[in-house]
Nanobody, 128 residues
Framework: EVQLVEFGGGLVQPGGSLTLSCVAS????????MSWVRRAPGKERGGVAA????????FYADSVEGRFTISHDNNNYTLYLQMNSLKPEDSAIYYC?????????????????????WGQGTQVTVSS
């Protein structure tokens, strides 16, 4: 069974940093496209960052470009999201999502229907 487990969320002050992790199992992590998606209260889910299987093709939402970095560790089947210079508007539940076949592209990576598999999410709260 495909399983994605996120952890690393918490409370951080504006301007602070936080790193999220997503541990994958039940599928070939290294050949899957991966994405971080977030949902703030009262809002729909929105793509934060994504990476193709080669992990060299990385995509970011305009709102996090330059502040967030998506990365991975194939040996540990883990996807990361390093978040720097956090803002209150970054507060949301962050989800890890996976697509087992087919590469994503820069023009459509935010289409969350591309990712059939999802974790349960981890809460990130940015507040003073």
């Amino acid at each position: 069974e495909v399983q994605l487990v996120e952890f690393g969320g918490g409370l951080v002050q504006p301007g602070g940093s936080l790193t999220l992790s997503c541990v994958a199992s039940g599928f070939t992590f290294s050949s899957s496209s991966m994405s971080w998606v977030r949902r703030a209260p009262g809002k729909e889910r929105g793509g934060v960052a994504a990476a193709n299987p080669n992990r060299s093709d990385r995509f970011y939402a305009d709102s996090v470009e330059g502040r967030f970095t998506i990365s991975h560790d194939n040996n540990n089947y883990t996807l990361y999201l390093q978040m720097n210079s956090l803002k209150p508007e970054d507060s949301a539940i962050y989800y890890c999502a996976a697509r087992r076949s087919g590469s994503i592209c820069g023009g459509g990576w935010k289409m969350q229907t591309l990712y059939p598999y999802w974790g349960q999410g981890t809460q990130v709260t940015v507040s003073s």
